[in-house]
């Protein structure tokens, strides 16, 4: 399960069954890669308040057999985190973000 992100190996069939595979696969590389190391704690507590949110929806997605995304209220999110004033930050929010429109439009 550590080296699927926390999925199980039944989840992961599922994901393959689903079409999400591919998703899954970029999302697990993507949390690999890590958050961003933020010192400014007004930027850290905005960045603690909404990029569980985020995980939370994208691997609740997968996890469930509801066909519901809500990737308009996520990428809103992720737009309040981008106008903060922190490049690896930005960086960070748009590797993000094209990800999840990349789930969106799987999730249509």
Do not use: C, H
Not at 43 to 68: L, Q
Not at 84 to 92: G, I, R, S, V
């Amino acid at each position: 399960m550590k080296a699927n992100n926390g999925f199980k190996a039944g989840q992961i069939e599922s994901f393959k069954k689903r079409g999400l595979s591919e998703l899954v696969e970029k999302w697990i590389e993507l949390i690999r890669q890590g958050q961003p190391n933020i010192r400014n704690p007004l930027i850290t507590d905005k960045g603690k308040e909404v990029i569980p949110v985020v995980y939370s929806a994208v691997e609740g997605y997968f996890r469930s057999e509801e066909k519901n995304f809500d990737g308009e209220y996520i990428l809103n999110l992720l737009e309040e985190l981008k106008l903060l004033p922190d490049n690896e930050l930005q960086q960070y929010v748009s590797k993000v973000e094209i990800f999840v429109m990349e789930l969106n439009r799987a999730g249509k």
